[in-house]
């Protein structure tokens, strides 16, 4: 395969009840990223969107509604969606399609307007339990996460104050980020005195919905180094996706992550991920779900992310820096945007540009992960410098 670059990326600001509407959103954030390395849409072989369920925008074949906004006019086209694992599986599709030699490059786009979905999103991701064994429950995903939650703290013995400072780093980190939408500088007594929602779930444990879309630009080797001196390579992709039957599994540990991770470490080289891996994005709609991806990726043994967050190694000074860009739990959560929001953190933290959010250290490798569906999606990528 052909190596294959990330050269210019684009995030519009994530926010709740946009007056945008998702093609404009999407326009948005693919000018951005052709603007951020001198390209136009004529030097775009394709094009290829990741959107979560129709329901979000409230549009049948959102896909291809999307499709101009997005750039894809009379171009080469698709669209993807496996959940919250979205933002970072549409660059995947576009990284084949670059690395087969089908394109020289590709414009990816994510977005999501989940304003639009009324009374509430939840009402959307009620349709994903099974009709017959789940939905006459009338579940939520917030009390199927806390059942998740409980597992992973009742499996290592921690306690919701182990958790919560995981929420008090990414709104803290999401205060230097120009797309945040909930930055703010709490406390874990904030956190652990915040409205319970389904024990063991505090209202500040959550990400919010969101509305908000982001775009990266890529390119091949030869076409990367006409544009730039210094392109971010994707040395790594993989995916994976579980059953369906969330209550079947041991939910202490996502081993659909594990499976992912281990995909894209053997294709990008990395033997011991916990010592080569110089920063992370996992995905964080919940706050305990940042521990629970650490050791999914393999970062550190199971049970031991919630001591790496106590003795600071996941700050952005710490050995292992994880979500300094803020994460889901600061910037926002618009489903699809939130992975792609992540990819575009390790690319400008790999170039050096990412302002007051710069680990130190000047980083090489880095990753990208997100998680969809009912504990069965997992997608990461990894890039190098």
């Known amino acids: 395969m052909r190596r294959v670059a990330i050269v210019g990326a ?9 007056q945008e509407t998702g093609k404009e959103l999407s ?24 959107t979560a369920p129709d329901a979000f925008d409230g549009v049948h074949m959102k896909g291809e509604w999307l499709s101009d906004g997005a750039g894809a006019w009379r171009k080469p086209y ?10 970072v599986f549409a660059p995947i599709h576009g990284f084949f399609h670059v690395a087969s030699g089908m394109a020289d490059s590709c414009l990816v786009v994510c977005e999501e307007k989940m304003s639009s979905c009324h009374p509430h999103p939840q009402g959307a991701f009620k349709t994903i339990f099974d009709h017959t064994l789940e939905q006459p429950l009338n579940p939520t995903l917030i009390w199927i996460f806390a059942l998740e939650m409980n597992r992973y703290m009742s499996r290592y013995g921690l306690t919701k104050k ?20 909930i930055a703010e500088n709490i406390t874990v007594e904030d956190v652990l005195n915040s409205e319970t929602l389904a024990w063991p779930v505090n209202r500040l444990d ?15 080797e030869e076409k990367a180094k006409k544009i730039t001196d210094r392109p971010v390579w994707i040395a790594g992709v993989g995916w994976n996706i579980d059953t369906a039957y969330w209550a079947t599994k041991d939910l202490y540990y996502p081993r659909y992550v594990e499976k992912a991770a281990r995909q894209a470490y053997e294709m990008a080289g990395i ?3 916990h010592k080569e891996i110089q920063v992370a994005e996992p995905y964080d709609p919940f706050s ?8 999914g990726l393999l970062l550190c043994k199971k049970g031991e992310a919630a001591k790496l967050l106590a003795d600071g190694v996941t700050q952005r000074t710490g050995n292992l820096p994880t ?31 990412a302002g007051k959010r710069q680990i130190p250290g000047n980083p090489k490798v880095g990753l990208a992960q997100a998680w969809g569906d009912l504990m069965q999606v997992g997608t990461v990528v990894v890039m190098k410098s």
């Open 271 to 273: 033997k011991e991920p």
């Open 78 to 87: 698709m669209r993807n969606f496996v959940g919250g694992g979205t933002g």
């Open 323 to 353: 979500c300094p860009s803020g994460g889901a739990l600061g910037v926002g959560n618009p489903i699809a945007a939130t992975g792609l929001m992540k990819i575009i953190e390790i690319f400008l933290q790999l170039r050096g540009e």
């Open 206 to 220: 959550i990400s919010p919905a969101s509305d908000g879309a982001a775009a990266v630009v890529i390119m091949s």
């Open 288 to 295: 305990y779900k940042e521990l629970h991806h650490m050791e």
């Open 162 to 181: 182990d958790i919560a400072p995981v929420s008090v780093k990414n709104k803290r980190n999401a205060l230097d980020h120009p797309a945040a939408q």
């Open 27 to 50: 326009y948005e954030a693919s000018k951005m990223a052709l603007d951020s390395c001198g390209l136009t849409l004529k030097d775009i072989d394709m094009v290829t969107l990741g």
């Open 10 to 18: 684009g995030i519009t600001k994530f926010v709740r009840r946009a």
